[in-house]
């Protein structure tokens, strides 16, 4: 703040660019830092002015207006404003310009992408559209336009999460072994049933490609609920074997060439039933114990010479025979005379492929 005084007038300039005079007549006068000022006379008249020169008067005005500073104050006050504004202009085309990129950006997103949800791009929409500038309003109402596009896609997304669930169900339902019984039929029904409503709900409101494999998946248990109704001849010796197969892989004590042998038995009626429909479900039971007898094989033969010598155990007493059931059948005696072991008699014969008998009337024969 400095003080200043004149012949005439006195006056006090603040900091922030505002002064304050008075003047020997009575009159007061404030200048502000805009080139804006109020004069206040004696007899309560009061005259603004604004920085443009125009002025108002307010009350009886028959005193002069006073300045509120030299030419060239007013002058270097007015080329700061301008500098100010031109200052600000550019600063907000800065931001404006910057605005408008992430928008383009934001519309050429892909629709899954997390930085162009629907929110944001109608946040984007309204804030790009105060910018108040042709490119501006185009880019708006692409952010609009965007956003619909990203709603139906969200819903798209949802619904094929739903669709999936539904299908494992579906899956699980059409896989599942409850028997024939009425019950289980009446549920298989309403199950395509429900199956060809999501086909039709999906291919109508959503466009999915889940629509075909619905199609194909009430397709599937229809030719599952005929199989259960009128069984062929295949359908029978494969739901056979399956049951037999279940069993050797529950049975601690079996031989892993067994396992391989009915792989090889799951293999062949799985070739046998590809492609057909109404064997779907057996065709994935005979493929997936292709594998599960294979690797229960493998873990039967860290065991064999436990599982050899428990089959045979009631066999001990015809160690003898038993060799001599293998030189009968084309061993030598110097190869029978190193079997110390039922394990190890076992073990020659299958070098020989000679399945040795467990029973007496086996190796008599």
């Known amino acids: 703040m400095a003080y200043e005084e004149k012949k005439d007038q006195c006056s006090i300039s603040y900091r922030a660019g505002n002064t304050k005079k008075w003047f020997s007549d009575g009159v007061t006068l404030n ?97 790009v559209g105060l910018i108040n500038d042709d490119e501006a309003t185009e880019l708006a109402q692409g952010c609009k336009g965007r956003a619909e596009e990203r709603k139906i896609e969200d819903l798209q997304v949802v619904w094929e999460g739903k669709a999936e669930l539904k299908m494992e169900s579906f899956q699980f339902i059409l896989d599942s072994d409850e028997g024939d019984s009425e019950n289980v039929i009446n549920h298989l029904r309403s199950t395509a049933d429900k199956a060809r409503k999501w086909a039709s709900k999906s291919r109508e409101s959503y466009r999915s490609f889940l629509a075909v494999e619905f199609d194909e998946m009430a397709l599937d248990i229809d030719e599952k609920i005929k199989g259960l109704l009128e069984p062929d001849e295949v359908q029978k010796r494969a739901r056979e074997a399956i049951e037999k197969w279940k069993i050797m892989l529950e049975d601690v004590d079996e031989e892993p060439d067994n396992l391989y042998d009915a792989a090889k038995d799951a293999a062949a009626l799985a070739e046998e039933m590809k492609g057909v429909r109404k064997y779907g479900k ?11 007898l294979k690797a229960r094989a493998k873990v039967q033969e860290i065991e064999i010479v436990r599982i050899i010598e428990k089959k045979y155990s009631h066999m001990k007493s015809k160690f003898i025979v038993m060799k001599k059931w293998l030189e009968k059948n084309g061993c030598t005696k110097a190869e029978t005379k190193i079997c110390k072991r ?14 040795l008998p467990n029973t007496l009337e086996g190796l008599k024969s």
């Open 282 to 292: 057996e065709f994935r039971d005979c493929t997936q114990y292709i594998d599960l």
């Open 31 to 127: 200048v502000r830092e805009d080139g804006s000022q109020t004069q206040n006379n004696p007899n309560g008249a009061r005259i603004e002015t604004e920085p443009d020169g125009t002025w108002e008067c307010h009350g009886f005005c028959a005193r002069p207006i006073r300045g509120g500073g030299s030419d060239k104050y007013l002058e270097m006050l007015k080329a700061k404003r301008l500098a100010e504004e031109a200052e600000r202009l550019a600063r907000k085309k800065e931001e404006d310009d910057e605005l408008k990129r992430l928008a383009r950006e934001m519309i050429a997103r892909d629709l899954r992408d997390p930085l162009a949800k629907v929110k944001m791009l109608h946040e984007m929409s309204v804030r």
């Open 342 to 355: 039922i394990f190890d008699v076992w073990e020659l014969g299958k070098k020989h492929d000679l399945r």
